[in-house]
Nanobody
């Protein structure tokens, strides 16, 4: 089994910073794209940032220049540094990873999600 465990959410004032981390554990052969999504109350889940296995990144327009995604392939972790936070960044943030698992019959790719961590930005 594979698990994604997030940490680092919390309450911060507007203009402040938070760092989210996500650690993957289990029978992992490799991790392809991994990233962060968020879901605010009454809204659909949306992409925040994604990073490929090679390090290429993509960000939502709303967070460009404020958020930075990074990964440590040796530790199977992905992080999201969030600066200049705004009240509209308030949401539950979810870690996502496309993980390859090695089984006797071959390699299989699955999409995994973390349990979510709350980020609240007060004005």
């Amino acid at each position: 089994q594979v698990q994604l465990v997030e940490s680092g959410g919390g309450l911060v004032q507007a203009g402040g910073s938070l760092r989210l981390s996500c650690a993957a554990s289990g029978r992992i052969f490799s991790i392809n794209a991994t990233g962060w999504y968020r879901q605010a109350p009454g809204k659909q889940r949306e992409l925040v940032a994604v990073i490929s296995s090679g390090g290429s990144t993509n960000y939502a327009d709303s967070v460009k220049g404020r958020f930075t995604i990074s990964r440590d392939n040796a530790k199977n972790t992905v992080s999201l540094q969030m600066n200049s936070l705004k009240p509209e960044d308030t949401a539950v943030y979810y870690c996502n990873a496309v993980i390859v698992i090695m089984m006797i019959e071959g390699k299989y790719e699955y999409d995994y999600w973390g349990q979510g961590t709350q980020v609240t930005v007060s004005s």
